[in-house]
């Protein structure tokens, strides 16, 4: 849900007058399309939003699949307990960092800072859906549960800790340094 949340957002400020008029002439919603789902022109942008969606489906499939089988371990489930919050959070970096340089225009109508609240609020709202989740399989599978999180990461691959706020606190620090390390080498690669 936070997903299409954050998608109707940016989907709308397709239709502010102010960016139509900055948009290449002819119709605007496919290039628009193609920032929002695909990170536009810049290469960066494409490859984080492009793996943010193959592992946001993959997950989902992987787990419509196998969810009949009890607990799912396997698969993307093996690197992080949340793979489809993990591909969802990276595609929202590409649109954030994507809305917040230049295309949308801040997200047209929220301006620089509403676009960064729109997204601290989105990675808060699946670090917390992750959360909830995480104590949730915990009552429903119990101690198969609790080995798994014990040898899998909460949200971030390779980073694993004991401790939930260490993962909650490194899985926001993560995608904070993400959202910067895209807006930063777009800036460099893209003057």
Known sequence: MPLVVYLVLMFLSIFTPAIQTNAVPGPYILPALDVLLLGGPHWPDK????????????SAVYLKRNRSKGLVTGGPYKIVRNPQYFGAI??????????????L??????????TLVVWFGTLAAYIGLAFVEDKHLLQLFGEE??????????????????HILVEILSASAGSVLLLCGLVKLNSILFP
Do not use: A, H, Q
């Open 90 to 103: 990276l595609f929202i970096c590409n649109l954030t960092s994507r809305s917040y340089r230049e295309v």
């Open 145 to 162: 549960y609790r080995d798994y999180r014990n040898k899998t990461p909460f949200l971030v691959p390779f980073l694993r800790s004991r």
């Open 105 to 114: 225009g801040d997200v047209g109508w929220l301006g620089p800072t509403g």
């Open 47 to 58: 490859i984080v939003s492009i793996t943010g969606i193959l592992i946001m489906v993959g």
